[in-house]
């Protein structure tokens, strides 16, 4: 079975900062590799599908990149909303997510 | 506009049974698969399977094979999840989320959960 690892596991930052998080699958997914932000209490979002795709309405700070086996997803200036848990979820075979980010206000 | 209700919070005994429904409006319901999530308390989200709302066809993620039936009525275009032989940690809030097409097995809209509550 394929295992998705996401790290850090918890980040702080400022308003402003530029983050990424990482994904990691254990063999490769192609491209089939989407992120999703929850806040708390609120369904998950989808904000990036197929690794580098932007989901409609979703704001351009926001991209995805890789392919096989590593991936990111960069903020590129943090909004005060942008504070959530952010996760990674392969669709190469059954759909299966990483453990999540929490990123919060430094 | 694409929604997704769910049913409302749910307390249920060990090793009764429990059905959530997820009403779709806004897009053709039988065009989409629909898959189900659930997020277990300060947990990550678990994906538990999906089914194709045209057909019927289901596929379940090995960890609930036997207990959970998904189905569908598309005269209402509405989806169900039943879960059976409840236990403490099926204590989760439950989601459906369409697929996003073509079979694609990502999530582009969600409704708003289902808490299922197993405690006796």
């Known amino acids: 079975d394929i295992q998705m690892t996401q790290s850090p596991s918890s980040l702080s930052a400022s308003v402003g900062d530029r983050v990424t998080i990482t994904c990691r699958a254990s063999q490769s997914i192609s491209s089939h590799l989407n992120w999703y932000q929850q806040k708390p209490g609120k369904a998950p979002k989808l904000l990036i599908y197929a690794a580098s795709s932007l989901q409609s309405g979703v704001p351009s700070r926001f991209s995805g990149s890789g392919s096989g086996t590593d991936f990111t997803l960069t903020i590129s200036s943090l909004q005060a909303e942008d504070f959530a848990t952010y996760y990674c979820q392969q669709s190469y075979s059954n759909p299966l997510f990483g453990q999540g980010t929490r990123l919060e206000i430094k | 506009q694409v929604q997704l209700v769910q049913s409302g919070a749910e307390v249920k005994k060990p090793g009764a049974s429990v059905k959530v429904s997820c009403k779709a409006s806004g897009y053709t319901f039988t065009g989409y698969y629909m898959h189900w999530v659930r997020q277990a308390p300060g947990q990550g989200l678990e994906w538990m399977g999906w089914?194709?709302?045209?057909?019927?066809?289901?596929n379940y993620a090995q960890k609930f094979q036997g207990r959970v039936t998904m189905t569908r009525d598309t005269s209402n275009s509405t989806a169900y999840m039943e879960l059976s032989r409840l236990r403490s940690d099926d204590t989760a809030v439950y989601y459906c989320?369409?697929?996003?097409?073509?079979?694609?097995?990502?999530?582009?809209?969600w409704g708003q959960g289902t808490l299922v509550t197993v405690s006796s």
């Open positions: 089914m194709n709302s045209k057909s019927g066809g289901t």
């Open positions: 989320a369409r697929d996003g097409g073509d079979s694609s097995w990502y999530f582009d809209y």
